[in-house]
């Protein structure tokens, strides 16, 4: 946006004033004059408007997604913000389609009916491959979707705005860490159902149980970014499936979309939502008529994140020259001190020092090119690390609880890195792994990408996440990797990014930027984890090759003893018994003898080196269960292969 | 035709084979891996016996447990053979080795795995099984495809037939694979020596021009290294005629190893020399030395290849070679001419030039080696 007005600006400047002449040259062309008129300002909301793409409204399916996603981070970042244990409901109902008699009566409610008269319309093609919904729900192409919280609700007079105008909230002034960033998502999710649909957006919030009810149905005037009342109502009570809300928000909007299960779904977005959040409880209703519960696992709200002011090194020359136009401070040392974070008087004096200015000099007078040396000083001077207890990462017990809940593996394992700073931002990174158990062994491993809680489901070859785990060279770790790939097996990486600022690479928040200290920060807390899941499969693979052994004898035990007892006479039903026992012995001892570390290890269903490890999980009956089928395949293939050859020669002879 | 000699074998295998199972459930009762010692058929175990001129088998053996993740298959194959000895030594038949690798072969139960996938594997087990419990394959019941054939001037009871050497026709009588006395006996003999040639249709041409018969002796061949049957069968006659041995090869290290594997025995039956091994048999041709004396043209001749030169000089460095001059002077002199020569090269100079100028000339002139 900005290069296309400084273009206009200087194609301006050629034609009216510098070089007129040219203009005259041209008659037919436009004028200055002419264009002039047609030059006025833009709404944000009108920008929007045309480039929904840019927030995550490409297609429908999309926008579906985009829709839930921006309610539900509202949702719990309201919740987490007062302290109160979030619980989300979210609702989607077909509006038209085949599914219309379903989702009419899992709606109960007259806005589903409204919309019966509207005509099916039916795609043609389908954007993306997904997995198949029921086959009335793939015509449908108008939802609702309503998202209730038990939060702290809001106040009358803020719901038109937070609701009903682009750019405005709480979250975007401030350097905290919160799932919004912009204040953007959910009035866009409104505009865009406005847009495609002509439905308003309709809220419900109450902030308190002797508090009243508001109800209000809200449009968006994009010309001016500014909310349109259709109709304000109080409302003595408020009852969601068969309970009052003493408090909470409710958000209800109509739009063009289409609902797939699969990749990137809704279902896979509230699932990973689940992981993260383990102390969200969330009642998920899909328009097919299928529900779902993500039970709660952790009873505390994680603590609340205080608000930071920018580091020094991270501000950049232009928002330098606003804060500075912008300060209430007189003089410059109290700018410094007081609107930066880890600048004390003597740094401050520092800076003023380089830049050639001192700490006394007036704000005001600071001149443009000053600025600039003010701003290399800022970076040539010491200025220690900004404050990291504005951080609260998930934890890894906390992510552990997640993953055991929404992911039926064997081996899981999490690790929480120290806070570290990218141009100025404190950030921190956390990884989890969940390895065998029900996992789709021939596949790429899925990774799960997190930024502040929140899951990121597209872009993720340009995410620096993605970039990390395939700069990662598991082949250290036992598990497959073709060159420049993602690692291969039964594998779930989980990447979570927690910082005040997470640096998306664009509105939409779906990839993170590659920066080096992310992306070592992340390698550094994959290869934590990476050396604890080595250690289990190695474990693994040798209670597997014990086994293997054991079925190699146990396999031959039968024709022995037929043979024998064709030699001799002996008690074919006790030598078999005995030599199983012996079979057993033997291998039983290899166990202890064949330690990699030359230690002798405990009884083999235990966790080994990894018991101490409260970082580590391992489901035991998983583990044995694929252990047993990982016997049977190395048991029956090589001798799969052997029969050929054996086969042939019968046939040549 | 058993006779009673040959019964107290058969119930002596037996129960060496008894034996065999039992100590395989004495382990398993005492909870202890079973094994055999199986004695090593390999250069590393087998000793030259300077008095007797034979190579014979040393003492070493390698222990064969089941439960060892390498040995468990062949432990199993090797009761196996073991079983399938017994069953033929209690029905009194024999079976040749191909027909007992598909009588044991089968599918393990409850897997998609063989006994056996090849006759190649059933093979060295019975060997393995000859040398653990010192029974001979003959005694096991067991017997090779017929190989080689020979005519001359003798006659033989076999199974009570008799055969007369002279009658044979173009193809010879084919050598079974066992020839103990109690199956072949040698009833009739005029000739003076055994001549033992390389290849069979080099054989078919001493045949055809009647050699035996002008020159009053036996031909046999054993199709490249002569077999058991053929080896057993010139050491009866070698002893019980008392006639010498003449070996006819090609002058290659395969040619020298064949008479070196008829005269002390071979490495990998070291445990047969001593009823197969003919330390008198003589090295009639072809030998290194014989292009020139005959005159035979270079074009015939074949470029040793590496592995020739490797083989040639292994063989030379063999202890029954070593120190015998003669010897070290021929291969050298086939190292240092760097060529081969095949029986069939005579021809370049008539097809009956072997049988009537080259070998009565080798041995009117006594050119032979020891």
Redesign the interface.
């Known amino acids: 946006m900005r290069v296309q007005r400084r273009g206009k600006k200087s194609r301006e400047n050629l034609f009216s004033s510098d070089v007129p002449k040219k203009s005259k040259s041209q008659p037919r062309g436009e004028t200055a004059e002419t264009m002039a008129a047609q030059q006025k300002e833009i709404a944000v909301s009108e920008f929007f408007a045309k480039n929904r793409h840019l927030l995550g409204f490409d297609n429908p399916r999309k926008a579906l997604l985009t829709t839930v996603k921006e309610a539900v981070d509202n949702s719990l970042d309201a919740c987490e913000e007062a302290q109160i244990l979030p619980t989300v409901w979210v609702k989607i109902e077909a509006l038209n389609g085949g599914a219309r008699a379903a989702a009419g009566a899992l709606a109960g409610d007259s806005k589903g009916k409204k919309e019966e008269t509207q005509p099916v319309l039916i795609e043609a093609t389908n954007p993306e491959p997904a997995q198949p919904v029921a086959p009335s729900m793939a015509n449908a192409t108008r939802f609702r979707m309503t998202v209730r919280d038990n939060g702290p609700g809001i106040v009358k007079a803020q719901i038109p705005n937070v609701f009903g105008r682009l750019l405005y909230g709480s979250k975007f002034h401030r350097l905290r860490m919160s799932r919004g960033q912009q204040g953007i998502g959910i009035s866009a999710a409104g505009m865009y159902g406005l847009l495609t649909t002509g439905q308003s957006v309709e809220i419900i919030s109450r902030t308190g149980k002797k508090k009243p009810v508001h109800r209000f149905e809200l449009q968006m005037d994009t010309k001016k970014n500014r909310p349109e009342i259709i109709s304000d109502q109080e409302m003595p009570h408020w009852e969601a499936d068969g309970r009052e809300m003493d408090h909470g928000t409710e958000v209800s909007i109509t739009l063009e979309a289409r609902f797939q299960r699969g990749r990137a779904s809704v279902d896979e977005y509230l699932e990973q939502v689940a992981i993260a959040n383990p102390h969200a409880e969330i009642h998920w209703s899909a328009p097919d008529g299928l529900h779902r519960d993500f039970p709660r696992e952790v009873h505390e709200v994680p603590e609340s994140p205080k608000s930071i002011k920018p580091h020094p090194y991270g501000v950049e020359l232009g928002v330098l020259i606003r804060m500075l136009k912008e300060t209430n401070h007189k003089h410059l040392g109290g700018f410094l001190q007081g609107e930066f974070s880890r600048v004390s008087p003597k740094v401050a004096r520092e800076i003023c020092q380089k830049a050639g200015l001192t700490a006394s000099t007036w704000c005001a007078q600071v001149a443009r090119e000053e600025t600039d040396r003010l701003h290399h000083a800022i970076q040539n001077t010491r200025i220690i690390a900004p404050p990291t207890d504005c951080l609260v990462p998930i934890g890894p017990q906390q992510i552990l609880k997640g993953l055991l809940k929404e992911i039926k593996a064997e081996f899981y394992t999490a690790e929480t890195r120290e806070p570290a700073v990218y141009r100025g931002n404190p950030f921190q990174i956390e990884v989890g792994l969940a390895y065998g158990g029900q996992l789709p062994t021939e596949d790429s491993a899925r990774v799960i990408r997190f930024a502040n809680r929140v899951p990121l489901l597209y872009q993720p070859s340009s995410c620096c996440i993605t970039k990390s785990v395939i700069d990662t060279n598991w082949r250290n770790y036992a598990i497959a990797q073709p060159r420049n790939g993602l690692p291969e097996g039964p594998l779930i990486i989980v990447v979570h990014m927690a910082s005040v600022w997470v640096p998306f690479t664009s509105e939409s928040k779906e990839a993170i930027a590659d920066y080096d200290e992310i992306r070592k920060e992340i390698k550094l807390a994959i290869q934590e984890c990476g050396r604890k899941l080595n250690t289990y499969i190695r474990r693994r693979q040798r209670i597997a090759r014990e086994g293997e052994r054991r079925h190699v004898f146990e396999k031959y035990i039968g024709e022995v003893v037929t043979a024998c007892r064709k030699m001799t006479r002996c008690d074919t039903k006790k030598l078999y018994a005995e030599l199983q026992l012996v079979a057993k012995k033997r291998t039983a001892t290899a166990d202890v003898q064949f330690d990699e570390d030359g230690n002798a290890i405990k009884t083999p269903p235990s966790a080994g080196r990894l018991d101490g490890d409260k970082n580590v999980v391992v489901v035991e009956a998983a583990a044995a269960q694929t252990i047993a089928a990982e016997d049977e395949r190395h048991g029956a293939k090589p001798s799969a292969k052997k029969q050929q050859p054996g086969l042939f020669a019968e046939e040549a002879a | 035709m058993a006779t009673t000699a040959s019964k107290t074998r058969n119930r002596e295998t037996a129960q060496k ?2 034996e ?3 100590t ?2 004495a ?3 005492k ?4 094994g055999f010692d199986i004695p090593t058929r390999a250069l590393s175990n087998a000793k030259f016996d300077e008095k007797k001129q034979i190579i014979t088998m040393g003492d070493a053996s390698q222990r064969r447990n ?2 060892n ?1 390498g040995q ?2 062949k ?2 194959q090797t ?2 053979v ?2 399938g000895c ?2 033929l030594n209690e029905q009194g038949k024999t079976t040749s080795i ?1 027909d007992l690798y ?1 009588h044991l ?1 089968h599918t ?12 190649s594997e059933s093979d060295p087990i019975i060997e393995d099984l000859e040398v653990t419990i010192a029974s001979l394959r003959e005694e096991l019941g067991l017997f090779a495809e017929n190989k080689g054939a020979m005519v001359g001037n003798i006659t033989l009871i076999d199974n009570g037939d008799v055969i007369d050497g002279r009658r044979m026709g173009t193809g010879g009588w084919s050598v079974p694979s066992i020839v103990e006395p109690d199956i072949i006996q040698l009833k009739k003999c005029e000739a003076d020596y055994i001549l033992l040639i390389e290849k069979g249709a080099v054989w078919r041409r001493f045949n055809e021009d009647r050699y035996w018969d002008t020159n009053n002796c036996v031909i046999l061949h054993g199709g490249g290294q002569p077999p058991r049957g053929v080896r057993r069968l010139m050491y009866r006659m070698h002893h019980e005629l008392h006639l010498p041995v003449y070996v006819l090869v090609d002058n290659d290290p395969w040619g020298y190893y064949i008479y070196s594997v008829v005269k002390q025995g071979s490495i990998n039956l070291a445990f047969e020399s001593v009823r197969m091994a003919i330390p008198k048999a003589r090295f009639i041709g072809m030998s290194s030395y014989d292009a020139e004396q005959f005159g035979i043209s270079r074009t015939v001749t074949i470029a040793m290849k590496d592995e020739d030169v490797r083989r040639a000089k292994e063989i030379m460095a063999y202890p029954w070679f070593k120190n015998k001059k003669p010897w070290q002077k021929e291969i050298h002199h086939m190292l240092a001419t760097g060529v081969k020569l095949e029986l069939e090269a005579l021809s370049s100079k008539d097809f009956s030039f072997i049988t009537e100028t080259y070998l009565p000339t080798k041995l009117k002139k006594r050119l032979w080696l020891d």
Request: no cysteine; net charge positive.
């Open positions: 084979l008894k065999m199972a039992d395989v459930v382990f398993a009762k909870r202890q891996d079973p089941f439960f993740l468990a298959k432990f199993m009761m196996l073991a079983a017994k069953e191909r598909y072969k393990i139960d409850g897997t998609r795995e063989n006994t056996f996938d090849e006759q």
